[in-house]
């Protein structure tokens, strides 16, 4: 035998109930198995847990601290029962999201919350790599990517249709043109992204497909240390054309070997289901009709 939660259940019942048939109702079980998880618990320690006075069973100094951790014990399976329903409301439920750029996907998340500002938001952001594992690993529930494969594994819909352009500091004469090619690129330092960048995919296919093989002037792992190395004159970088909201003083200019567009997607398991997963998707739908206005205001 063992100290059980059945157990350690019945004893904080009876103890408010003052007696084994009022333990036995709260419980919904009956009264002799209520009795005997009493009673099995005190013979097998030696101890005692309750004092019988005028028919009415008091608990010991002991068994209050035992009805203590049954407290905090209910406290925890209340808790879990939040956590494992808190996907299937649409009050006071949470969703972790994975972004790979900050936009479209914060936009979303904006409009979002404005149709169900109860909703808590938890973002991870990575590169595209990191956030599809996170996915897979249902590390996150949904996520915001370009160019993710048709995979039977994801329910996707589309976010919005965007190219990679390439980013430069206002002096650079290439911010007055109204587009460069891959050879031109070749002259100035380059800024590239890690492995696992989505954007990173697309600007090497576009300098081999042009039959170049630069070497970058700088290689970083996040689109911010990109933006960051541009806005500090080191060099032309790459990114999403709408993958931020910032307007400062970086140009985006599009090149014509990165004209084609891809789909950017929301996309969680297929086999994860719930009221506020089916929600999220529904606001996809509905910001795609504003897409326009929210990508270029």
Same mark, same amino acid.
């Given at each position: 035998?063992?100290?059980?939660?059945?157990?350690?259940?019945?004893?904080?019942?009876?103890?408010?109930?003052?007696?084994?048939?009022?333990?036995?109702?709260?419980?919904?079980?009956?009264?002799?198995?209520?009795?005997?998880?009493?009673?099995?618990?005190?013979?097998?320690?030696?101890?005692?847990?309750?004092?019988?006075?005028?028919?009415?069973?008091?608990?010991?100094?002991?068994?209050?601290?035992?009805?203590?951790?049954?407290?905090?014990?209910?406290?925890?399976?209340?808790?879990?029962?939040?956590?494992?329903?808190?996907?299937?409301?649409?009050?006071?439920?949470?969703?972790?999201?994975?972004?790979?750029?900050?936009?479209?996907?914060?936009?979303?998340?904006?409009?979002?919350?404005?149709?169900?500002?109860?909703?808590?938001?938890?973002?991870?952001?990575?590169?595209?790599?990191?956030?599809?594992?996170?996915?897979?690993?249902?590390?996150?529930?949904?996520?915001?990517?370009?160019?993710?494969?048709?995979?039977?594994?994801?329910?996707?819909?589309?976010?919005?249709?965007?190219?990679? /352009?390439?980013?430069?500091? %206002?002096? !650079?004469?290439?911010? &007055? *043109?109204?587009?460069?090619?891959?050879?031109? @690129?070749?002259? #100035?330092?380059?800024?590239?992204?890690?492995?696992?960048?989505?954007?990173?995919?697309?600007?090497?296919?576009?300098?081999?497909?042009?039959?170049?093989?630069?070497?970058?002037?700088?290689?970083?792992?996040?689109?911010?240390?990109?933006?960051?190395?541009?806005?500090?004159?080191?060099?032309?970088?790459?990114?999403?054309?709408?993958?931020?909201?910032?307007?400062? /003083?970086?140009?985006?200019? %599009?090149? !014509?070997?990165?004209? &084609? *567009?891809?789909?950017?997607?929301?996309?969680? @398991?297929?086999? #994860?289901?719930?009221?506020?997963?089916?929600?999220?998707?529904?606001?996809?739908?509905?910001?795609?009709?504003?897409?326009?206005?929210?990508?270029?205001?």
């Amino acid at each position: 035998m063992s100290v059980t939660l059945s157990r350690i259940r019945a004893i904080n019942a009876v103890a408010a109930g003052g007696s084994y048939a009022e333990g036995a109702r709260a419980l919904k079980i009956s009264q002799p198995a209520v009795a005997r998880h009493v009673k099995e618990l005190e013979a097998e320690f030696g101890v005692r847990l309750f004092d019988r006075k005028n028919g009415v069973l008091y608990p010991t100094p002991l068994c209050n601290e035992l009805c203590d951790i049954a407290e905090r014990m209910a406290e925890a399976e209340r808790e879990a029962r939040r956590i494992l329903s808190r996907h299937n409301t649409l009050l006071n439920g949470r969703l972790t999201i994975g972004l790979g750029n900050s936009m479209p996907g914060m936009a979303l998340v904006a409009q979002f919350l404005k149709r169900h500002p109860s909703i808590e938001i938890a973002v991870e952001t990575g590169s595209h790599e990191q956030i599809t594992k996170a996915v897979l690993r249902r590390e996150v529930d949904v996520a915001v990517l370009p160019d993710v494969p048709a995979d039977g594994r994801f329910r996707q819909a589309l976010l919005a249709r965007q190219n990679v /352009v390439a980013i430069v500091h %206002p002096d !650079s004469a290439l911010s &007055r *043109e109204a587009s460069v090619t891959c050879e031109r @690129l070749m002259a #100035e330092p380059l800024i590239f992204r890690t492995r696992g960048s989505s954007t990173q995919r697309v600007v090497d296919r576009a300098f081999r497909a042009a039959g170049f093989e630069p070497v970058p002037f700088l290689t970083l792992d996040t689109r911010d240390a990109v933006y960051e190395a541009v806005v500090n004159g080191l060099g032309v970088g790459f990114m999403w054309r709408f993958g931020t909201g910032r307007t400062d /003083v970086v140009h985006r200019v %599009p090149v !014509s070997d990165m004209h &084609r *567009e891809y789909d950017e997607v929301v996309f969680s @398991l297929a086999d #994860e289901r719930s009221v506020l997963l089916d929600a999220f998707f529904t606001s996809v739908e509905a910001f795609r009709k504003d897409a326009d206005t929210l990508l270029r205001q």
